[in-house]
């Protein structure tokens, strides 16, 4: 509890609350009107398993794997994002009459995957930067062997496979404005903070790993 008040424990909180309305109202939305509008049960009833799921992966991030500060500003500004996420699936998702079909099960797979790779990776390297032998070095295994930021890359993927759970095309803008997000802003940034940290480790970790999408990019 000590180490949390000392990095920034209210703003976790705060953060985690306003992800718990979001999903809340989310959740009442599609299994209150999705039937209302004919939308198929079980396309509803996936996407709020999502939405949860996505809910309490997030808690266990900030409570347990993200050591660093939190500042207001970013709690309200991703609370805020994930909302206009939380709103366009609980949305277009209930809006969606067709029955569920294989593409259905094909999102549900890939958001499976994709939070395997999120977290997964995660998890991964918070267990190996906590031995003593690794103070200090650059952690470039498990999945982080196929791509420097392969826990983007799982983010991406678990979004996708909603948007084909929902089978609404305007749903593609999230992992879309992901995506050149991470590749405009987050990935540069991060590299540019690892490099100064690390410096020649981090560099011929680059030379020889793909940016974000294992074996292409």
């Known amino acids: 509890m000590s180490a949390l008040t000392e990095r920034s424990y209210r703003q976790r909180i705060v953060f985690l609350l306003l992800h718990l309305v979001s999903v809340g109202l989310a959740t009442l939305w599609l299994l209150q009107d999705a039937p209302a509008q004919?939308?198929?049960?079980?396309?509803?009833?996936?996407?709020?398993?999502c939405l949860w799921l996505y809910f309490f992966r997030i808690c266990f991030t900030t409570l347990y794997l993200l050591r660093r500060a939190m500042p207001w500003k970013e709690v309200f500004g991703v609370s805020a994002w994930v909302f206009l996420i939380h709103a366009t699936f609980a949305v277009l998702g209930a809006a969606n009459p067709a029955e569920a079909d294989g593409w259905v099960w094909a999102g549900a797979l890939l958001y499976l995957v994709g939070s395997d790779l999120n977290t997964g990776s995660e998890w991964l390297r918070h267990r190996w930067k906590?031995?003593?032998?690794?103070k200090g070095r650059l952690y470039t295994g498990?999945?982080?062997r196929y791509s420097m930021h392969i826990n983007y890359f799982g983010d991406l993927a678990l979004f996708a496979g909603m948007c084909l759970i929902a089978g609404q095309w305007l749903t593609g803008w999230v992992p879309l404005a992901?995506?050149?997000?991470?590749i405009g802003v987050h990935i540069p940034s991060?590299?540019?903070?690892?490099?100064?940290?690390?410096?020649?480790?981090f560099r011929a970790y680059a030379a020889r790993t793909k940016k974000l999408i294992p074996f292409l990019y």
């Open 178 to 182: 992901m995506a050149i997000m991470f």
């Open 142 to 144: 498990g999945l982080f």
């Open 190 to 201: 991060m590299d540019r903070y690892l490099e100064a940290k690390y410096g020649a480790e």
């Open 38 to 49: 004919g939308a198929a049960p079980i396309r509803a009833g996936l996407l709020t398993a």
């Open 130 to 134: 906590r031995r003593e032998e690794n």
